[in-house]
């Protein structure tokens, strides 16, 4: 099989580098071997307050999985995908082949999709429309559902939006991930503060000191305008976690494909006993692994920035 060229080698590194991460961390970086290509994941990334376990991180790297699969199909390539322990997961490129209609649909929508943290166009999005961004995140042992009991949900949202305001470690952890993107200190890491809102949730995705907490009947109001999807997993392992990142990259460039916007949240997902009372209180069928947020766009939305290329591939004395 013929290994790649470095041209196409930048096609697959631009694409794993636009995915999304936990706080645009980009846990991630790429060893070309041949037909062979390790997404690794970069253990010193580390979120000791927002993501204590590594779970969104192994989120992240899944995510960026099913960029660097497309973009190996885009190439007019056959792969095969193996998560793993010690990387987060092999692509093994396979021969030439075309490249299927739909599967170049989300790889072209790879650079348009940005996190949308504002209202969306108050109009409704069609049944149909709805149901292909969710079965887009379908996988083996991963299932994507619409919510039901939005009144329970506000109220465990609105909890969380407490606690997590008060949580001084954490709102100081938060603020290092969003205050450096900005002048002569950016990086090509963290939250820019453009693209956070002021607002109330479930519009902010991310909770800081200042955002408002809505009052539990308002926010079940706002969460029944917007179009929400749990991504949940039939076990919590970390392979359960790769494919559950992999399966929202899937439904979120799907929806971007069909000109709709969204954002993820994952952060009220890691307070204690959150998960097992949103399992309960909603009827999950499985581990929830993360929210999506739907609609269309009401306002353009910049690109967050992005770690410079050079930066995913290891140095020559191994993975950093
Ligand atoms: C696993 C994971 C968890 C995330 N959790 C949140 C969240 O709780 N709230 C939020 O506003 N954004 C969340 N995001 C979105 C990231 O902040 C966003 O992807 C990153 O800042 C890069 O920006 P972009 O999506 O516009 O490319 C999450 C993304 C991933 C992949």
């Given at each position: ?48 307050r927002h ?119 954490y709102?100081r952890e938060l603020?290092v ?144």
């Open positions: 099989m013929t290994a790649l060229t470095s041209g196409q080698i930048g096609v697959l590194a631009r694409a794993v580098s636009r995915a999304p991460s936990v706080h645009n961390s980009q846990p991630w970086q790429l060893l070309v071997r041949g037909t062979e290509v390790d997404l690794l994941e970069r253990r010193d990334v580390e979120l000791r993501d204590p376990f590594g779970r969104d991180r192994l989120l992240s790297c899944g995510a960026a999985v099913t960029n660097l699969e497309l973009a190996v199909r885009a190439l007019g390539r056959d792969c095969h995908v193996e998560y793993g322990d010690d990387v987060a997961a092999t692509v093994t490129i396979g021969r030439p082949h075309a490249t299927p209609a739909r599967e170049f649909a989300l790889y072209k929508a790879i650079p348009r999709r940005r996190s949308y943290r504002h209202p969306f166009y108050p109009s409704p999005v069609p049944p149909a429309v709805r149901a292909a961004v969710a079965v887009a995140g379908e996988a083996t042992g991963v299932h994507v559902v619409t919510p039901g009991h939005l009144d329970r949900l506000a109220e465990l949202l609105g909890f969380a939006t407490r606690v997590l305001r008060e949580d001084r470690g709102q603020e991930w969003t205050a450096h993107t900005h002048g002569w200190s950016a990086i090509g890491d963290g939250v820019p503060e453009d693209a956070l809102t002021r607002d109330a949730l479930p519009v902010a995705g991310l909770v800081r000191e200042e955002t408002p907490v809505p009052d539990d009947v308002v926010l079940a109001d706002r969460l029944a305008a917007e179009h929400l999807l749990v991504v949940c997993t039939d076990g919590d392992t970390r392979a359960d976690r790769l494919a559950a990142g992999a399966a929202l990259q899937r439904a979120w460039l799907t929806a971007t494909a069909k000109a709709l916007a969204g954002s993820v949240l994952t952060q009220p997902l890691h307070l204690t006993g959150f998960r097992a009372r949103l399992v309960s209180e909603l009827a999950l069928p499985g581990c929830p692994q993360a929210i999506l947020r739907f609609g269309y766009p009401a306002v353009p939305a910049a690109p967050s920035p992005r770690l410079p290329l050079g930066e995913l591939f290891p140095p020559p004395g191994g993975p950093r």
